[in-house]
């Protein structure tokens, strides 16, 4: 299911491309276990790290065993501290400071260069793509400094970047919020740089949904409908959570659903295959020249 190396041409074959990217490695323990038990699977094809976590130096040699099968990427975190972390805001405090403009861009590029150090130490190879924890990366001045970095830092073998602009115009509230926040400015500065980046995003939901399947079933309905290759899927799984975290339940939701049968079928049925977004990427880009 999960390709290996540059995506096909499957639109020729009635079949699309899109990407499956779990995010917030190194979290907790649940979360690293589903990933890695999802990996195996080959039912992802993405994950997002949180290489400020303390877990991350131990736990970031388990994911060496899925190169082939998935892009590994930085989760840019600003909003956990983990008790540990020197710089950290509550969401509506960050969000609030970025559009006030009152955060000092180089303190962001050395939280960012920082993370991007300790990701590269601790995998041993330099991000796919970076994104950021609870959307921060698509926020003002943030994706400015964010953008910056990944030139510079990045310039010979850059990543991608995720945006948050949904893949169809039915979409909900909390989509409609991430994409007014920051996301459709973001999507348009990437373009302006020349950098690459998924074509639609799904998986954007309250987490009080009773049937994960159902809505994952949407999302491909809706891809399928528009019919363009290079979607990203955002989840969350986790087989198990802490009663700290705060989404705990609808992590174990998502994980029951990715380690079934339904969810293989759902593909089939939508004639739908998951790949690495930097192949699924590398092949248009082959395909138009």
Same mark, same amino acid.
């Given at each position: 299911?999960?390709?290996?190396?540059?995506?096909?041409?499957?639109?020729?074959?009635?079949?699309?491309?899109?990407?499956?990217?779990?995010?917030?490695?190194?979290?907790?323990?649940?979360?690293?276990?589903?990933?890695? #038990?999802?990996?195996?699977?080959?039912?992802?094809?993405?994950?997002?790290?949180?290489?400020?976590?303390?877990?991350?130096?131990?736990?970031?040699?388990?994911?060496?065993?899925?190169?082939?099968? %998935?892009?590994?990427?930085?989760?840019?975190?600003?909003?956990?501290?983990?008790? #540990?972390? %020197?710089?950290?805001?509550?969401?509506?405090?960050?969000? #609030?400071?970025?559009?006030?403009?009152?955060?000092?861009?180089?303190?962001?590029? #050395?939280?960012?260069?920082?993370?991007?150090?300790?990701?590269?130490?601790?995998?041993?190879?330099?991000?796919?793509? @970076?994104? &950021?924890?609870?959307?921060?990366?698509?926020?003002?001045?943030?994706?400015?400094?964010?953008?910056?970095?990944?030139?510079?830092?990045?310039?010979?073998?850059?990543?991608?970047?995720?945006?948050?602009?949904?893949?169809?115009?039915?979409?909900?509230?909390?989509?409609?919020?991430?994409?007014?926040?920051?996301?459709?400015?973001?999507?348009?500065?990437?373009?302006?740089?020349?950098?690459?980046?998924?074509?639609?995003?799904?998986?954007?939901?309250?987490?009080?949904?009773?049937?994960?399947?159902?809505?994952?079933?949407?999302?491909?309905?809706? @891809?399928?409908?528009? &019919?363009?290759?290079?979607?990203?899927?955002?989840?969350?799984?986790?087989?198990?959570?802490?009663?700290?975290? %705060?989404?705990?339940?609808?992590?174990?939701?998502?994980?029951?659903?990715?380690?079934?049968?339904?969810?293989?079928?759902?593909?089939?049925?939508?004639?739908?295959?998951?790949?690495?977004?930097?192949?699924?990427?590398?092949?248009?880009?082959?395909?138009?020249?």
């Amino acid at each position: 299911m999960v390709g290996t190396k540059a995506c096909p041409p499957y639109e020729a074959m009635n079949k699309l491309c899109i990407a499956i990217c779990a995010d917030d490695y190194a979290q907790h323990e649940g979360i690293d276990q589903a990933i890695c #038990t999802l990996l195996a699977q080959q039912r992802l094809s993405a994950v997002s790290c949180m290489s400020s976590a303390p877990r991350w130096p131990a736990n970031a040699p388990r994911l060496h065993d899925f190169q082939d099968v %998935a892009d590994f990427g930085l989760h840019f975190n600003l909003t956990e501290s983990f008790g #540990t972390q %020197a710089l950290s805001y509550p969401l509506t405090s960050l969000i #609030t400071r970025a559009y006030l403009r009152q955060l000092n861009s180089t303190t962001i590029a #050395t939280q960012l260069q920082q993370q991007c150090d300790a990701f590269e130490q601790h995998l041993k190879q330099a991000p796919a793509f @970076i994104d &950021g924890h609870q959307h921060i990366h698509q926020l003002p001045l943030i994706r400015e400094v964010m953008q910056k970095i990944v030139i510079q830092r990045y310039g010979n073998n850059l990543p991608w970047v995720r945006n948050t602009v949904p893949s169809s115009v039915r979409y909900g509230k909390k989509a409609l919020i991430l994409k007014l926040l920051g996301g459709a400015k973001l999507h348009a500065q990437l373009k302006r740089a020349k950098l690459i980046s998924n074509q639609g995003f799904s998986g954007v939901y309250d987490f009080n949904t009773v049937d994960y399947g159902a809505l994952f079933e949407q999302w491909l309905q809706r @891809i399928r409908n528009r &019919g363009v290759s290079g979607n990203l899927i955002m989840c969350h799984p986790a087989s198990s959570f802490p009663e700290s975290d %705060a989404i705990g339940s609808a992590r174990k939701a998502e994980y029951v659903f990715f380690n079934s049968d339904a969810f293989p079928q759902l593909l089939q049925q939508y004639q739908i295959n998951v790949h690495r977004l930097s192949d699924i990427l590398l092949n248009a880009e082959f395909q138009r020249h």
